[in-house]
């Protein structure tokens, strides 16, 4: 009798669950813009594989949408005074999708993992803890080589993805085949170029905020055609939406359109000093990478290539950035101050510059855009389109003049900056050598206070945009579209998707 | 037939030798360095020489080739570098979807372009004629993105009839596998159709005047009898030949296509390794394609002489 | 097997030349294909003459406008005049489609007639290197030929020549095979004519029809493959116009600007049309057996 009355009860409180929260099977499907690389948050470099690992793999810290550091598997952390060990409780209760544990033991093993795996790429993104110390079950200290105020920033991507030290250890290298985090969702099944699935972990710490059975993330490389999907109800998101479908997305009632200006940027990298060919005008004179900045209109180019829907720009961060310098405020052409710099320089009857560019839409049609204004002030621009691999090899190599690339841009401000701008840097292609910027740029990397860190930027930026070594143009939007079932959706910066709190209502 | 079979095996062994060395070089011939692409975004010069070590690039050209094929005699074609996949999974995975894909974009080839074909040489100078090769030759110059976008939109997006994109196995649903394959597979047919079509008119003209097909009609043969057992025939050699390349074209080469109903087929396969630089996974696709073309070839050669029954007898 | 069996049998001689032409000449469809033809040579090449805007113009009050009387064929998606680029991108467009054809004949058809007329160690040798060719993949002979080369629209039409080069070796082969067994081409071995003479006399016109069909069919996918190529750093490189080119971008803007691809395709398939017509033209006209 009473089991019947449990029955009856639990019968109704599932009726009412459902009611109140949408528990029926529901598979979200996200197109993504192309298939992820390997899955292992220690070998993997792709923006794609980072929307996943939002799914499948808690970090230590988070961020919030203004960037601020927030608790996720870290409860809370205390950096010394002298800034050189970092000390943080952990959350209890947590568990791997294979049941193991997580505590201070597990932190400490993924920490080695990055930094001691021949494959891993996180190397240098935790370059500063030299040892961790396990003071408790649930606490940990990081020891550092001194201050970095870097750290944290990294500890809220990859480099702080958190791995079962179990499975790890088992699978090696072959981890990503089939890996194991403490995500809100565990790893399913995965087709290469057709797509990822995974389904919830019962047993996830947040499971009352994760309102979806299973995760199923496809690969659908084509702009218009992952818009038509949506439309047709094969999909139920997409990211990264083309600026110019917006109008198209906009009109459609059954879809939302969300967007959030990302971290990075687009610009033209000039050869400074690389190999025999930085030895030209362009790489010898800055007056002359002067003239062509003052040739282009950012804000039209923006107008006419994306619609206005991107953020121009003219810093390594985009103008909503706390980091912005706002001293240098972006402007618009001034053709008679580039032909005039261009006269100074020795040529006032004009000069050529090749750039090289990957060969895609966007950054043909930007480029295209920028040869027509550059025009103007006599500065005659010539283009090679060449895909990405062979591109990148060439600037490497120094085997260019002027290369047009971007950065997909990093939550803490020395990601945009420190290995583009110092010597020897391993982003450093223009081999653009100042002292004085080296010495800002490793300034603000030890700074303890966001406001002595942000004078340090601020100087920095002054000489950057002086010498302009990389020449910005535009800040890419992050768009996803969605169907208007779903709620509770959240744009961040950094273009990941989080699904916690997300609901979908039929 | 089984000694010319032998033979061609046989032959077929240094062929597949001289690609596996051509396939090699690539490595050398192709601009880009692939651990530039796969150190990811920050390409930490560290890190940069410990890959570079680990996946023996260090090592001289000819070293690495002879390792590479050890294993691939064993049956292992390596690891992709960019999901670290074993290659010859990820072609398991793919060749069935590829396979799926070429049979059926065939039979829309076979099935529109030969009867087109016939028609419009049969009623050659007439209006049939003139729209069946007015059609044909749209079919050959609408890109495949267009026709494959505009589809999408149109039974998709807008009848709601078909699945826009994906990929259902056959094993596991095939009405549904084939539903999904219908669009693409009707994409690349027309396209493919065109040539056929053209082909087959042209050839089924030269035969129609040749004697042993007057000497067919002059002996009273119904028209239908004539044309499709004389004539039809003989036309047959471009055709046989055509169909085998193309086929082969269709298992590599459906890139766009695949791209825009989002199959993972070996073009979008092949072309994501080349651009990632992942050349384990070049290689193995290679290999394996060069393998089918030699097998379509054969089977081409084998169709002449079951076409034509004066080939048989010298 | 007399001379005179041989007479009645295809041969092309001086004497056959001129009712060739005669024949082309009343050939009504023929005349259309040679017209379309000839107009979009002479666009081509009138195009620095005619009074149209520059092709690399920009107007970014006018981006991806619908056509107009202002821009007839409409704007690009950076403001460019679609009728403008439509006609200097002719010029590179058919450079592709006519070059490259023309080079995969000239190496095609005569390995072709070598290695399915003699067979043995030459056809093993042809047909071997023949399926080495088509394993690789066009992308991959796109991208070291890019490297090697370095851009220009010559090396993209050798790319693309190369890689069309094995489909016509394969069809002359398998019909020669065919053809080499006829009761006249053993005739002609009968009475001892040299072999250069078997094949060109008896041999190629056989070959001739299925290889002009190919040759105008693959005058479109050229077209098309230029396009490709221009973007991997082969080709025309931008702003320069190509029809190819043009279509590719306009794969974007399907829905906001269809007549972006709209005019490349009409064009790309007139082309193909006219060469066509032409193709079939001669093809009746040289085929001996035709009255």
């Given at each position: 009798m009473l089991n019947l009355k449990t029955a009856v009860i639990t019968a109704l409180l599932g009726a009412t669950a459902l009611t109140a929260s949408p528990a029926f099977a529901k598979d979200l499907r996200i197109a993504l813009q192309s298939d992820a690389d390997v899955l292992d948050p220690d070998q993997s470099r792709t923006f794609v594989g980072r929307i996943v690992y939002a799914s499948l793999c808690d970090k230590l810290v988070d961020i919030t949408p203004d960037l601020e550091i927030i608790p996720q598997l870290a409860t809370s952390w205390v950096t010394s005074d002298d800034g050189t060990s970092v000390t943080m409780q952990l959350r209890e209760g947590v568990l791997f999708h294979d049941g193991t544990a997580f505590n201070a033991e597990a932190v400490a093993a993924n920490i080695e993992r990055s930094q001691t795996m021949d494959e891993s790429r996180r190397k240098s993104e935790l370059k500063s803890i030299t040892s961790t110390e396990v003071?408790?079950?649930?606490?940990?200290?990081?020891?550092?080589?001194?201050?970095?105020?870097?750290?944290?920033?990294?500890?809220?991507?990859?480099?702080?993805?958190?791995?079962?030290?179990?499975?790890?250890?088992?699978?090696?290298?072959?981890?990503?085949?089939?890996?194991?985090?403490?995500?809100?969702?565990?790893?399913?099944?995965?087709?290469?170029?057709d797509k990822i699935v995974l389904t919830k972990f019962a047993d996830y710490w947040n499971a009352d905020e994760i309102h979806f059975d299973s995760v199923t993330f496809l690969p659908i490389p084509d702009t218009t055609v992952r818009l038509a999907n949506l439309q047709s109800g094969d999909i139920d998101m997409l990211e990264r939406l083309a600026a110019t479908d917006l109008t198209q997305a906009n009109g459609d009632d059954s879809i939302v359109v969300e967007s959030a200006v990302s971290l990075g940027y687009q610009g033209i990298t000039f050869n400074i000093n690389?190999?025999?060919?930085?030895?030209?005008?362009?790489?010898?004179?800055?007056?002359?990478?002067?003239?062509?900045?003052?040739?282009?209109?950012?804000?039209?180019?923006?107008?006419?290539?994306?619609?206005?829907?991107?953020?121009?720009?003219?810093?390594?961060?985009?103008?909503?950035?706390?980091?912005?310098?706002?001293?240098?405020?972006?402007?618009?052409?001034d053709v008679a101050k580039a032909k005039a710099l261009l006269t100074e320089a020795g040529f006032a009857d004009g000069i050529d510059l090749e750039v090289q560019v990957p060969n895609s839409t966007e950054p043909l049609a930007v480029m295209q855009v920028v040869q027509a204004m550059a025009a103007q002030a006599g500065i005659n621009i010539q283009l090679t389109s060449k895909e990405f691999a062979t591109l990148l090899a060439d600037q490497s190599a120094g085997d260019?003049?002027?290369?047009?690339?971007?950065?997909?841009?990093?939550?803490?401000?020395?990601?945009?900056?420190?290995?583009?701008?110092?010597?020897?840097?391993?982003?450093?292609?223009?081999?653009?050598?100042?002292?004085?910027?080296?010495?800002?740029?490793?300034?603000?990397?030890?700074?303890?206070?966001?406001?002595?860190?942000?004078?340090?930027?601020?100087?920095?930026?002054?000489?950057?945009?002086?010498?302009?070594?990389?020449?910005?143009?535009?800040?890419?939007?992050?768009?996803?579209?969605?169907?208007?079932?779903?709620?509770?959706?959240t744009a961040y910066p950094d273009g990941m998707i989080r699904l916690e709190g997300v609901t979908w209502t039929e | 037939m089984l000694p010319f079979l032998f033979r061609r095996i046989l032959i077929a062994l240094p062929t597949i030798v001289l690609i596996s060395i051509f396939v090699f070089a690539l490595q050398k011939l192709l601009p880009g360095d692939p651990l530039l692409v796969l150190a990811g975004e920050e390409r930490d010069p560290e890190t940069l020489a410990l890959l570079r070590e680990k996946y023996r690039f260090?090592?001289?050209?000819?070293?690495?080739?002879?390792?590479?094929?050890?294993?691939?005699?064993?049956?292992?074609?390596?690891?992709?570098?960019?999901?670290?996949?074993?290659?010859?999974?990820?072609?398991?995975?793919?060749?069935?979807?590829?396979?799926?894909?070429?049979?059926?974009?065939?039979?829309?080839?076979?099935?529109?372009?030969?009867?087109?074909?016939?028609?419009?040489?049969?009623?050659?100078?007439?209006?049939?004629?003139?729209?069946?090769?007015?059609?044909?030759?749209?079919?050959?110059?609408?890109?495949?993105?267009?026709?494959?976008?505009?589809?999408?939109?149109?039974v998709s997006v807008k009848w709601q009839l078909l699945p826009a994109s994906g990929y259902v196995p056959l094993s596991e649903d095939i009405w549904q596998s084939v539903r999904t394959m219908l669009m693409p597979s009707f994409v690349l047919g027309t396209a493919l159709a065109a040539t056929l079509m053209r082909h087959t008119r042209s050839s089924m003209l030269s035969v129609m005047n040749a004697d042993y097909?007057?000497?067919?009609?002059?002996?009273?043969?119904?028209?239908?009898?004539?044309?499709?057992?004389?004539?039809?025939?003989?036309?047959?050699?471009?055709?046989v030949t055509l169909t085998a390349l193309l086929f082969g074209e269709l298992v590599a080469g459906a890139v766009l296509t695949e791209q825009i109903f989002t199959i993972p087929g070996f073009g979008k396969l092949i072309v994501d390794a080349v651009f990632n630089r992942d050349y384990a996974v070049v290689q193995g696709v290679v290999l394996v394609t060069a393998a089918g073309f030699i097998v379509m070839n054969l089977f081409a050669d084998m169709m002449y002489f079951v076409l034509n029954p004066r080939l048989r007898e010298q | 097997?007399?001379?005179?069996?041989?007479?009645?049998?295809?041969?092309?001689?001086?004497?056959?030349?001129?009712?060739?032409?005669?024949?082309?000449?009343?050939?009504?469809?023929?005349?259309?294909?040679?017209?379309?033809?000839?107009?979009?040579?002479?666009?081509?090449?009138?195009?620095?003459?005619?009074?149209?805007?520059?092709?690399?113009?920009?107007?970014?009050?006018?981006?991806?406008?619908?056509?107009?009387?202002?821009?007839?064929?409409?704007?690009?998606?950076?403001?460019?005049?679609?009728?403008?680029?439509?006609?200097?991108?002719?010029?590179?467009?058919?450079?592709?489609?006519?070059?490259?054809?023309?080079?995969?004949?000239?190496?095609?058809?005569?390995?072709?007639?070598?290695?399915?007329?003699?067979?043995?160690?030459?056809?093993?040798?042809?047909?071997?290197?023949?399926?080495?060719?088509?394993?690789?993949?066009?992308?991959?002979?796109?991208?070291?030929?890019?490297?090697?080369?370095?851009?220009?629209?010559?090396?993209?039409?050798?790319?693309?020549?190369?890689?069309?080069?094995?489909?016509?070796?394969?069809?002359?082969?398998?019909?020669?095979?065919?053809?080499k067994s006829e009761d006249y081409v053993d005739s002609a071995r009968a009475i001892g004519l040299p072999t250069p003479r078997i094949l060109s006399r008896y041999i190629l016109p056989n070959v001739l029809p299925p290889i002009l069909v190919q040759a105008t069919l693959t005058i479109a996918t050229a077209i098309i493959a230029e396009a490709a190529l221009s973007f991997l750093g082969l080709g025309q490189q931008p702003p320069d116009p190509s029809w190819g080119s043009m279509l590719n971008t306009a794969k974007n803007f399907l829905n906001q600007a269809p007549w972006m691809a709209l005019w490349p395709g009409i064009s790309i398939f007139l082309v193909v049309l006219?060469?066509?017509?032409?193709g079939d033209g001669l093809r009746d006209a040289l085929d001996p057996r035709e009255h």
């Open positions: 003071t408790g079950e649930y606490e940990i200290k990081l020891n550092l080589a001194g201050p970095d105020a870097t750290l944290l920033a990294q500890l809220a991507d990859r480099a702080g993805m958190m791995v079962s030290p179990t499975a790890a250890n088992a699978a090696g290298v072959d981890f990503g085949l089939n890996p194991v985090c403490s995500g809100a969702f565990s790893f399913t099944e995965r087709v290469a170029q690389n190999g025999e060919k930085g030895d030209n005008p362009w790489g010898n004179d800055k007056r002359l990478r002067q003239a062509l900045s003052y040739a282009i209109d950012r804000e039209a180019l923006n107008q006419v290539v994306f619609e206005g829907a991107f953020a121009p720009g003219n810093q390594s961060f985009p103008s909503s950035s706390p980091w912005y310098n706002a001293s240098l405020p972006l402007e618009g052409a260019f003049t002027a290369s047009q690339i971007g950065w997909s841009g990093r939550v803490d401000p020395d990601g945009n900056n420190h290995s583009f701008m110092v010597e020897g840097g391993g982003l450093n292609d223009a081999k653009y050598s100042n002292p004085k910027m080296d010495e800002l740029m490793n300034a603000a990397r030890v700074a303890p206070t966001t406001a002595e860190r942000k004078a340090f930027y601020d100087e920095a930026m002054v000489i950057m945009l002086d010498d302009l070594p990389r020449l910005f143009l535009y800040h890419v939007n992050w768009i996803w579209a969605y169907s208007d079932n779903m709620k509770g959706f | 260090n090592d001289p050209i000819w070293m690495q080739y002879f390792a590479w094929v050890g294993n691939a005699l064993q049956g292992d074609l390596g690891v992709s570098l960019r999901t670290n996949q074993p290659v010859t999974e990820l072609m398991g995975q793919k060749l069935p979807v590829t396979i799926q894909l070429a049979v059926m974009s065939m039979i829309f080839a076979l099935v529109i372009g030969i009867p087109a074909g016939i028609l419009s040489a049969v009623k050659k100078g007439t209006a049939t004629d003139y729209i069946a090769n007015l059609v044909a030759l749209s079919g050959l110059s609408i890109p495949n993105f267009w026709l494959g976008i505009m589809l999408i939109l149109l097909v007057r000497t067919a009609r002059a002996k009273g043969l119904a028209e239908r009898v004539v044309i499709l057992k004389h004539a039809l025939r003989n036309a047959l050699t471009p055709i | 097997m007399t001379n005179t069996a041989l007479a009645s049998e295809p041969v092309l001689t001086a004497k056959t030349e001129n009712r060739v032409w005669k024949k082309f000449r009343s050939h009504k469809s023929a005349m259309v294909g040679g017209v379309l033809v000839a107009f979009f040579i002479l666009i081509a090449i009138a195009a620095p003459i005619l009074p149209i805007p520059d092709p690399a113009a920009t107007d970014w009050g006018a981006v991806r406008k619908a056509p107009s009387l202002a821009h007839w064929m409409g704007t690009d998606e950076i403001g460019r005049d679609v009728l403008s680029r439509m006609i200097w991108g002719a010029q590179a467009s058919l450079l592709a489609g006519v070059v490259s054809v023309s080079i995969a004949i000239a190496i095609g058809v005569p390995l072709g007639l070598i290695a399915g007329f003699f067979g043995g160690w030459s056809d093993a040798v042809i047909s071997r290197c023949t399926e080495a060719l088509l394993a690789a993949p066009f992308l991959i002979l796109a991208i070291a030929l890019a490297a090697f080369l370095g851009p220009s629209l010559t090396n993209a039409m050798i790319a693309i020549g190369i890689s069309a080069t094995p489909i016509f070796i394969r069809l002359t082969r398998g019909e020669v095979i065919n053809v006219g060469f066509n017509l032409l």
